[in-house]
């Protein structure tokens, strides 16, 4: 374990941890940033995909006849005909499960992709696909996953001998025997569904294919176009060298566009087909049903032991995991729910059993959270259930099990590290943010009134800065057993002394032109306003894994600063050559390099640049010319796992923690619960920006609303989607959102350049269940007990009806 002592204290930090403005904004504002639906190359044709009404089926027959005959169409490629141009999307999976972006012979869900077409604009494709007749073959539906997993379940994929694609249980220390010695064991069964992103802006891409040099430029909104462009390259069908991916601007991602590989594939297939550029970009109809990258959708039975005094012991979860059709991430969110299964607490030992199960749904993916999210729901239930069974308050339950200041470095038994924290401040700073003793007056008050108010109370965890092991470590012999997610950026000074960064990842929505900026400042003392950042494509060879897993603050921070280091040194050397002295002598202060103790001594950015690019022979014997460094950052703390499996290694270490305080009033007869107050104390290390912090936490916040109140993917029992649109996928406005109030304490990370911690996900981790804490304190008069997310008002009333008829 190795830890960052190289750091400047608080006091000396001139731009790191200031709300300089973020330098994204003016090109979005303004509508300058550059989107897919922005580019347009010469020649170039628009794709669109006809789409399955069944959710599963034999394909019998197409014809497409009808469709090729319009004027204006260039292509109709069926899943056989595509499969010819391009190959099966990559999967990171070890099981059978082949899926290819256009359905071959079968569909598995609802509004998979049957046929494609390009024509000169969108409505004659459009047109068209509405001309190619299928015949379908139409198969028993599989939807609910427990059903799923019964040995006589339709089985979604021939291939496999059970729709239960990947089972595995894990102790981590004695669990039997900490159950067996507790004096309670609290039991729960809860629900989370399935929901997705929802990004204003879809996933798409602009491909052009070259025959005469076999290569393909692809214009898209993908984050991995750095990272895995090899795997882009094998499906497309051409050589990683003859690829060239360039990032566009995201209008939204939350996770939901890491790979995005069908409307990747579909469009390299049209544009061999055509031999013009294709730009396909899904509607709004396309996206909800079959986007790459849905979130989990799961059972669990979960069991928590506990000591007479409310020591907890051991945690057991027993975790259905509805897959959907397809297993492309494998189980890669239950590497995130290991990161911190046990929550803030010292709990000695852990049962983690995984069911992942496949059924005629869209696939899952990556969404903000990525499994921690309803682990972090179903410990917190937990946590609440206990302090009512065993008589002691909420508060004071979550006090005496924290994790303690001086414990950090902790190891959970999963193996994971958690770097620093104070978790009972925090608390104790929520409870006085909140005023909650004003708020427990009113619930009194209005409950006198037959009015019910709720204070809702979550104590959670943020793994951030994720490491690529979380994909595999639960295989005994995974298909790819990576251990790199790097960060890259190149950092050079120009003859004027102008500083200008290339960064591997591209602009998702997040800042890192502006972190990069504050950073650059940090180092050099220059404005982040004079620092020009730009974005690489995957022809400039930046190792980059971008954004995901709120890592890309940390990561860019290591990156530049590494960068920032080598450029300086060098300039130091020859600035300390020009003033004759010792480089030790020399520093650099507010741009300028100057002798130590004698201010008036020094050189500016551009006396050293212009020496640097032009005065060899001025410059230090063995001095190059230029003043350019590319630094590669690799993840700051890690350790693989062991073989047994029975530690997980260290892999996400950077773990910020917060608690939310929302007071919520619920309409036991309506079901509708309005959000009154929600309080935040927030603790990501070191704050880089807290502009930028807050940002992220309040529209996390605005996300988890949603989760807890009214988002959910809907299957019918025949399968059939009963959310296709906005309609009824129900997303939070502004009238369902109060102010949201947001502090934040710091506990700096040893393991990170100036101590930070990622702050991307940590809004929507906490606040579903801080909601669902709130919904259920405001029921408790009438026995409610929350279970099950989204608390629409459907299942609130029928919670309350339930609950009467259990009294009675």
């Known amino acids: 374990m190795s830890t960052v002592e190289d750091r400047p204290a608080v006091a000396e930090r001139r731009w790191v941890g ?49 469709a090729e005959a319009m004027p204006g169409v260039a292509a ?82 021939e291939t496999l001998d059970s729709n239960v694609v990947f089972h595995r249980t894990l102790d981590f220390g004695d669990v039997g025997a900490d159950l067996a010695r507790a004096h309670t064991v609290v039991r729960t069964r809860a629900r989370w569904h399935r929901m997705g992103a929802q990004p204003i802006e879809t996933a798409g891409a602009v491909a052009s294919w070259d025959p005469f040099s076999r290569s393909m430029t692809v214009y898209s909104n993908s984050n991995f176009h750095n990272f895995l462009p ?67 959708d799961r059972i669990y039975d979960a069991e928590l032991a506990l000591a007479e005094d409310g020591e907890m012991l051991g945690l057991s979860l027993r975790i259905v995991d509805d897959y959907g059709a397809y297993f492309q991430f494998a189980h890669g969110q239950h590497g ?78 999963t193996g994971n590290v958690y770097d620093s924290g104070d978790y009972a401040a925090v608390l104790d700073r929520a409870l006085e943010l909140a005023k909650i003793d ?66 591997g990842c591209p602009l998702w929505g997040n800042s890192p032109e502006t972190v990069v900026s504050q950073v650059v400042a940090e180092e050099f003392g220059v404005d982040p306003e004079d620092v020009s950042v730009t974005y690489a494509d995957s022809t400039a060879g930046a190792m980059s894994a971008g954004p995901g897993g709120s890592r890309l603050t940390i ?24 003033l004759e002295m010792d480089p030790g002598d020399v520093e650099c202060v507010d741009g300028t390099f100057r002798a130590k103790g004698a201010p008036g001594t020094s050189m500016s950015m551009a006396d050293v640049g212009m020496r640097a690019q032009l005065f060899f022979h001025d410059n230090p014997e063995g001095e190059s010319s230029g003043l350019v460094a590319v630094h590669t950052y690799d993840h700051p703390y890690s350790t693989p796992p062991s073989a047994d499996r029975t530690d997980m290694g260290a892999f996400y270490p950077m773990v910020s923690h917060a608690c939310h305080i929302p007071i919520v009033e619920v309409d036991p007869e309506t079901g509708v619960v309005t959000m009154r107050a929600y309080y935040v104390v927030n603790d990501c290390g070191t704050v880089m920006n807290p502009t930028l912090v807050e940002g992220q936490v309040v529209g996390g916040v605005v996300q988890g609303i949603g989760a807890a109140l009214m988002e959910e993917y809907r299957y019918d029992d025949d399968g059939a989607l009963g959310t296709p649109t906005f309609r009824e996928y129900l997303l939070p406005s502004m009238h369902e959102v109060p102010e949201i109030v947001v502090e934040h304490l710091e506990t700096p990370s040893p393991f990170t350049e100036y101590g930070v911690k990622g702050a991307g996900e940590g809004g929507r981790l906490v606040a579903p269940t801080a909601i669902a804490s709130a919904v259920d304190d405001a029921l408790r008069p009438l026995g409610v007990w929350v279970d099950e997310l989204p608390m629409t008002p459907e299942r609130v009333v029928a919670m309350v009806a339930d609950a009467a008829r259990d009294r009675s």
């Not at 094998?234 to 409307?263: D, E, Q, W, Y």
């Not at 749904?361 to 239930?381: I, M, W």
Request: glycine letters at 8%; proline letters at 6%.
């Open 438 to 503: 004003d708020w427990s007056a009113e619930q009194e008050r209005l409950r006198a009134q037959g009015r019910y108010l709720g204070i809702g109370l979550a104590t959670c965890q943020e793994r951030s800065g994720y490491n690529a092991s979380e994909w595999w470590f639960l295989y005994d012999e995974p298909p790819l057993p990576a251990t790199s997610t790097p960060e890259s950026v190149k950092l050079d000074v120009d003859a004027m002394g102008g500083v200008r960064v290339e960064v």
């Open 336 to 413: 995130n729910a290991m990161a911190q299964p046990t929550g803030p607490y010292r709990i000695g030992s852990l049962r983690y059993d995984v069911s992942c199960v496949l059924t005629n749904k869209v696939q899952q993916g990556f969404f903000r959270g990525a499994g921690a999210d309803p682990g972090n729901f179903v410990l917190e239930r937990l946590v609440d259930k206990a302090a009512i069974e065993l008589g002691i308050d909420r508060v004071e339950l979550r006090r005496r099990n924290f994790i303690r200041p001086e414990q950090f470095p902790f190891k959970t038994p």
């Open 76 to 157: 109709v490629l069926t899943g056989a005909q595509a499969a010819e141009l391009v190959n099966p999307m990559p999967a990171f999976c070890a099981e059978p499960v082949p899926q290819t972006a256009i359905a071959v012979e079968r569909v598995r869900y609802p509004g998979e992709a049957v046929a494609v077409v390009a024509a000169t604009d969108r409505y004659i494709a459009e047109d068209a696909c509405a001309a190619i007749r299928v015949e379908y073959d139409v198969l028993p539906a599989v939807v609910d996953p427990e059903a799923a997993m019964a040995p006589d379940a339709t089985r979604i994929h």
């Open 230 to 296: 090899w795997a882009f390259a094998g499906m497309l069908g051409v050589s990683t060298n003859r690829l060239r991916m360039i990032p566009c601007a995201v209008g939204g991602s939350f996770g939901s566009k890491h790979f995005i590989t069908k409307v990747l594939a579909i469009a390299g297939a049209l544009t061999k087909a055509t031999g013009r550029p294709v730009q396909y970009l899904e509607d709004r109809l396309d996206n909800i049903a079959a986007n790459d990258n849905v979130g989990c």
């Open 555 to 578: 990561m860019l921070c290591g990156a530049t600063r590494g960068a920032a280091r080598t450029v300086r040194d060098k300039m130091i050397r020859i600035a300390a050559h020009a």
């Open 18 to 66: 200031r709300a300089v403005p973020r330098k994204e904004d003016p090109k979005l504002l303004a509508g300058r940033a550059n989107y897919v639906g922005d580019v347009v190359l010469p020649g170039m044709l628009h794709g669109a995909v006809l789409r399955s009404q069944h959710a599963h089926a034999r394909i019998v027959s197409i014809d497409t006849s009808a």
